[in-house]
């Protein structure tokens, strides 16, 4: 079960209704179900497959994969274990910590950018700033992405987070 109190919570008829509703749907969103509806490796071929567009891993120098989200560090490590030692060097930063070989994982915060969103971005960036048509790069943006991934071009971050904040307050949607 992905909603941890569902007993706690499903304690009518309609509501345990309801709840199953609210699993099924989390479930078909769950990043190891997408990532294996919608990506494929052959690792004898090295052909990645995504969504049906191929890209033959053997035609490039170096693969990457990055990451920024909510959920970008689950969807990240399923496509790390598909590619496994074809990585060779990645990023991702989520709400939570995690480790994976050859990356670099950072935890950020969301829905407001704060220093820690910035920094690791930059650090991103300057990881991608010598990529060429030769490097392969993966990137999974997942929802807060915007919040996690961020590089506030002329804003401070409490700036950003002031004009947020009362976008949110004023109705506006994401």
Request: glycine share 10%; aromatic share 4%.
């Amino acid at each position: 079960m992905i909603i941890r109190n569902f007993d706690q919570l499903a304690t009518t008829p309609l509501r345990r209704q309801a709840m199953l509703i609210g699993e099924a749907g989390l479930s078909a969103i769950a990043p190891k179900e997408i990532i294996s509806r919608y990506v494929d490796y052959n690792k004898q071929s090295g052909v990645l497959t995504v969504r049906g567009q191929k890209f033959n891993t053997n035609q490039y120098k170096r693969v990457m994969l990055i990451g920024a989200g909510k959920t970008a560090l689950a969807a990240v490590s399923e496509i790390h274990g598909l590619l496994g030692e074809r990585i060779d060097c990645g990023y991702v930063i989520d709400l939570v910590q995690g480790q994976l070989e050859k990356m670099i994982c950072r935890v950020g915060t969301h829905p407001y950018p704060t220093t820690a969103n910035v920094a690791a971005t930059e650090e991103l960036m300057s990881m991608l700033e010598n990529c060429t048509e030769q490097d392969l790069v993966i990137a999974v943006i997942g929802g807060g992405g915007s919040s996690l991934l961020c590089s506030p071009n002329e804003l401070t971050c409490d700036e950003e987070k002031s004009i947020i904040a009362a976008l949110g307050k004023s109705g506006a949607s994401i």
